[in-house]
């Protein structure tokens, strides 16, 4: 590493510490429900058709929201609706509605397969401003995670729906495409790629998966080589120009720390915002940093008993402050200072080292 990178390294390191200590609440997830029309092969949730879980009422999310209102400093804070699939509550306008009453923004991450163009301009008038959609390659490698034959054309609809909203309203509509890569779909991106250039996508982030839920039960998770082939694409396809002349603008996720690949595969270094920046409600009350940290260490209260920003400004210490994380792989590594422990979602407890290290994968470690 030169003087350069290593000095970037470390003021960020300052600006990532002072992050902690100001917590400001910028995203806040809301899992609305944790019921889903699929059954993927690779959910971290293992969320079904039907849930123990009911779906929480719109008006106890709604007194979260004004707690919220009233004691966040960041008045332009962002909701984000997940599930489950979220299209799935008939009400979703009317929380949209709600979330956009108290002046914050609201985007939605779905699987499409509900989508409808009546249900999208339902949305998009309740004040719908940005969309994540998935989709995991093209027909065959979508339908081996989603395990659905509809999903695919589905969510090729949604996409062209939120493509035409975006070339129309480009500062008011946002949207983007997931794909979760794996060693059945590596093989693909690259037909891929053409496909969501052709469909005017611009934007595109490629997730691993993790072993959480379902996907523990399956081997999808990429080897050492098969994951600096995928670094390799993203930073190839970030220059990359179709046949006629298209791109798209790809990126990794925040999964983990990417060691010579930060700053080339994303445009940010690695920062787990989870309870720093990053707050979830989950379907039943729980208070969490982002909805991928579920090991009951890092749950700090509950919505039904806690007033939710008393909990953000008073708990999260275990997020906020990971000495508690050098342990195990991570006590004499030399990346640590920029790491911190990888991902939270990737420790089963406030004690433990991660379940994989991204940095010691890309080594071949």
């Not at 929480?56 to 984000?80: H, I």
């Not at 397969?113 to 004040?127: H, N, P, Q």
């Not at 940093?289 to 806690?306: A, E, H, M, T």
């Amino acid at each position: 590493m030169g003087a350069k990178d290593f000095l970037r390294r470390e003021i960020f390191r300052l600006y990532r510490h002072n992050s902690a200590k100001e917590h400001s609440l910028d995203y806040l997830f809301w899992e609305c429900t944790r019921r889903c029309n699929l059954n993927c092969r690779h959910c971290g949730s293992d969320c079904t058709k039907e849930s123990n879980v009911p779906d929480m009422p719109l008006e106890n999310f709604a007194k979260a929201l004004d707690s919220v209102k009233e004691k966040n400093p960041n008045k332009k804070m962002t909701v984000c609706v997940t599930g489950g699939e979220p299209l799935l509550r008939n009400d979703l306008e009317a929380a949209g509605a709600e979330i956009r009453k108290r002046g914050f923004n609201w985007c939605m991450v779905s699987n499409g397969l509900a989508m409808t163009r009546e249900r999208f301009d339902s949305l998009i008038k309740s004040g719908l401003g940005g969309l994540s959609l998935s989709i995991d390659g093209l027909e065959k490698e979508h339908f081996y995670l989603r395990k659905n034959k509809k999903s695919f054309g589905s969510v090729v609809s949604a996409i062209e729906l939120c493509v035409e909203r975006h070339e129309r309203y480009p500062r008011l509509f946002l949207f983007d495409v997931i794909t979760c890569v794996h060693s059945g779909n590596i093989d693909a991106l690259p037909s891929l790629r053409d496909f969501l250039i052709a469909k005017g996508v611009e934007y595109w982030r490629l997730f691993c998966i993790f072993p959480s839920g379902r996907a523990a039960q399956d081997s999808l998770s990429l080897s050492g080589e098969q994951y600096r082939r995928l670094m390799d694409f993203i930073i190839e396809t970030r220059s990359y120009k179709s046949a006629d002349g298209g791109s798209i603008f790809a990126s990794h996720s925040c999964e983990g720390y990417l060691g010579p690949y930060e700053l080339k595969a994303r445009n940010y270094l690695f920062f787990c915002r989870s309870g720093i920046n990053i707050a979830s409600v989950m379907c039943d009350g729980s208070i969490t940093g982002c909805l991928s940290v579920r090991s009951p260490d890092f749950i700090q209260g509950n919505i039904y008993k806690d007033d939710f920003m008393d909990v953000w400004n008073e708990r999260f210490s275990n997020m906020r402050d990971r000495s508690w994380a050098k342990t195990g792989i991570c006590q004499k590594c030399k990346s640590w200072r920029w790491c911190e422990g990888n991902g939270l979602h990737l420790h089963a407890d406030a004690c433990s080292q991660p379940a994989y290290c991204n940095l010691r994968i890309l080594e071949g470690r």
